[in-house]
């Protein structure tokens, strides 16, 4: 059965290249259940080695040949030709196996690229971590997996259950599938046009003009839009190698915050991360006049959608990196989603497909159609946010401790911060460009710094 | 400074590929001095960590731009701009450290391509094998390393003596510079025409007529030639993902065989590497009827030489796949090896230059430019043995137990196998493409059974 892939999925295919390898992973921390047998990695890994059922995505494989060049196509392998050795890998963490190593294996992992001849994805068990903790790094290819279907799979795989033994690989899980090319609604403009792609991005190109010429003139000076962001050191060249680096914090003490200050969790995630970004980038005296612009994925997928591929559209909003104050900084994020949010929804409804289409893939337009040149980056980074399960998850009696969302960079992007809101944490993944940027540790622990900040302040603002 | 490449070192440049990385690495293994600290290896990598020094190659870099196109061109870094967290890599092996995992973990490090913007090395300490030995992978581009100058470089990374603590990391040790650009012998063909890869092949082109005529009108049946060899499954496409197998004998078993059969070890090594592709080839129903012929690597390197690159040209002799009885093949194998270094050492001086270089880059010829297509490969496999130090070898007091080459592949080659001769063993490396080939494990185990056939055999034959 072969499956032809949506325009947003395809943008991910038509701009993998070395240096921009296009897939996208989770980090999972895990607790082995109270007074597990020493061995219960081992059968993990035996349960994992025996499951050779393969759901969608996890069997789909790339349709070779020209056609597949212009609308990439999914072809269903029968199990008996997946090399599950090849997919499901068995690591080990050097001692201590703190952080610093399973940060180090991770930035191996995530900086190659997956083999197009099989299903895209690996999945690496990794033992060794301190107090008899492993971890499960998982990586998938954009084209088939944005954040909300990450979160989805995991929460289809995990168990709300402490006591639950029956969950299964999550290969043998995997999410519904993208339907076979008969089952389809209409078809898109790019399905209209396979000869074409660019003649299907044409409505989006109108937007982009529509939109650079808006972004000269905002209505409102905490308004971002595309094409208006700074220069800076984040949005060079990028090349093949990557540092990731992770930060949890509990998601109450950011709720906390988000009640003091009266805004939403995102704000907060907003004002940290401008806060982490602007002493890393004053740091190297490279920190921009103008506030960096982030791109904000929002998600277009319908509640309960549990399929394979992409349903989000971009917003964009001032990280207010320009601001010293770390409460002005949180008002002024609060204010930009408010703009963003007001102009996404002002927008008619035929637009708004282009503009998604455009804003999905500012990189279907920069990079794969060559349209870079406005002279200024379409944003300065993405910042990304996925709720979760809130409850305690477990898979197999072990604990999911933290989730770590580990995202893509592009060209003309070398840094990505992520935050997936799971159990009780809200862990951020950081991925920067290896050759670009100094340690990406620092900005990590920074956002530490701009929480603390804020927490300081609010707490003597409110004495 | 820089180095311009000789041709035989720019020949694996020219080939480079994302299926046909031209990588080689050794696969050392130790055991700790007896009574070490329990953190003797974290000692180890602290020492690593520790050592910012970095002698040829290990400070060479590609230098970019169109010139390094024709004519590649290396540079030497500054220490400063090495970073040597991304080439020294500590890591380790999942419970319970045995062969099996390590072949897993070299197999998926030996199937990434080095980063080209760096010094093209990765040196990984890997801990947690069994009985609390640990193992170095180290890998280097073709280019700046053969077989010889590998064993040449661990020589010098070594000690004889068990007590020495002096042991230096190998970056810090290195080879002799291929040399400054001034320092350099009369220009080779490839130098004089740096526009022209392919005028300064021209003899390399000739010699390939004369050769396959010779093929075509053996002089014995027994004498391998070049373009002689039959099709067989070994000489398909490959791709970019290896399986590593490892299989080690003592050297005493192989010499006794070569005493009692009055053959050299390197003959005792083509009968069982022989005698395992029979074995493997015929489990699938794909052994050719003529036997497989096997290029040899030859040294060309002076006594004493230590230095950066290639000194390699090529024989070529038959495997004997075709004879059933061990010993009958055995002798297949000496025969055929003296003939083919009877016809080597009758060439001509100048017809031997462009032999060496045809041979050396049967890929240059058949890969680069398009060659390929004289109905039969140049050779089915390559089969190399490289002798090294007989003496036990220490490293701050661990013992080197084995050294196993790992080699490369190149389409039209889907295996390799090589043999180190170290410290009384005779320790064999296999590679195969992975989607070409199913388990080169076994390959390795028939090896064994191909050497007990032999010692059977002879047994027998004496008594």
Known sequence: MSIVMKPNDAAWMFIEKPEQPCHVASLSVFSPPPGAASDYVRQLVAQFEATRVFAPPFNYVLRRGVRGKLVPTWDELPADQIDLEYHFRHSALPAPGGELELGKLVSRLHSHALDFRRPLWELHLIEGLEHGRFAIYMKLHHSQMDGMAGVALWNRVMSLDADARNCQAPWAVGLKSSGPKNDRQKPSQAEKNPGNPAAAMLPALQAIGDLVKAAKNPEHPLQAMPYGAPRSVLNGRIHGQRRVATQTYTLARIQAVARKAEVSVNDVFLAICGGGLRRYLMEQGKLPLASLTAGLPVSVRPAGDVSVGNAI??????????????????????????????????????????????????????????LAGFGRPSHNLIVSNVPGERRPQYFNGARLEQLYPISALFNGQAVNISVFSCGGNFSLGFVGCRDSLPSIQKLAVYTGAALSDLEAALSTSRE
Chains 1, 2 share one sequence.
């Open 313 to 370: 559209s971009f917003m964009f909003a001032k990280l207010c990196t320009d601001i010293a104050d770390p409460l002005a900084r949180l008002r002024g994020c609060h204010e930009s989603t408010a703009l963003a949010k007001e102009h996404l929804q002002r927008m008619p409804k035929d637009v708004m497909e282009s503009y998604t289409m455009l804003a999905m893939g500012p990189y279907l337009a920069q990079v794969a159609l060559g």
